[in-house]
């Protein structure tokens, strides 16, 4: 990234319009190209996510699938939930199938106010086992 495109960066993060910065950067740089440069520099720069230790371009998609699933799951009862239960109950160490149980295990755990031995025995497993997934996921 160059020093222009940089200065550009920080004046939109300043909240500057299209307009103003192109009138302080250059008179040259229409507000039109101002604006492709700065979706241009978005496009190619990478964030992190910490938690699932991957670069991305524009959102995490590891955190994008817990968002939808929460999302899919969230108003549903206990009694609504027992397909999923069922289903996530079953052994199976797919990525997308493990993302899926720890988050029922927290929307057990936080809405319902389960206990870990009761998690354990719904999901079939170890309670301890149950309560290592809740803390290390805790930060979702
Ligand atoms: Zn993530």
């Not at 039109?32 to 241009?40: F, T, V």
């Not at 996510?49 to 955190?63: G, L, M, R």
Request: charged content about 35%; glycine content about 2%.
């Amino acid at each position: 990234m160059n020093r222009r495109t940089k200065k550009i960066l920080k004046l939109k993060e300043q909240k500057y319009t299209l307009e103003e910065i192109s009138n302080m950067v250059s008179p040259v740089l229409t507000p039109e190209r101002i604006r492709q440069i700065i979706n241009k520099a978005n496009e190619d720069s990478l964030s992190f996510c910490i938690k699932h230790k991957i670069a991305f371009k524009k959102s995490c998609p590891i955190c994008n699938l817990e968002k939808t699933y929460y999302l899919s799951i969230k108003n549903l009862s206990f009694e609504e939930l027992s397909d999923e239960i069922e289903r996530l109950s079953k052994y199976d160490r797919t990525k997308e199938t493990v993302l899926q149980r720890d988050i029922l295990i927290r929307r057990l755990r936080d809405d319902f106010g389960f206990s870990f031995n009761k998690i354990g025995k719904i999901l079939q497993r170890d309670h301890t086992t149950i309560l290592w997934i809740y803390h290390s996921k805790k930060n979702i």
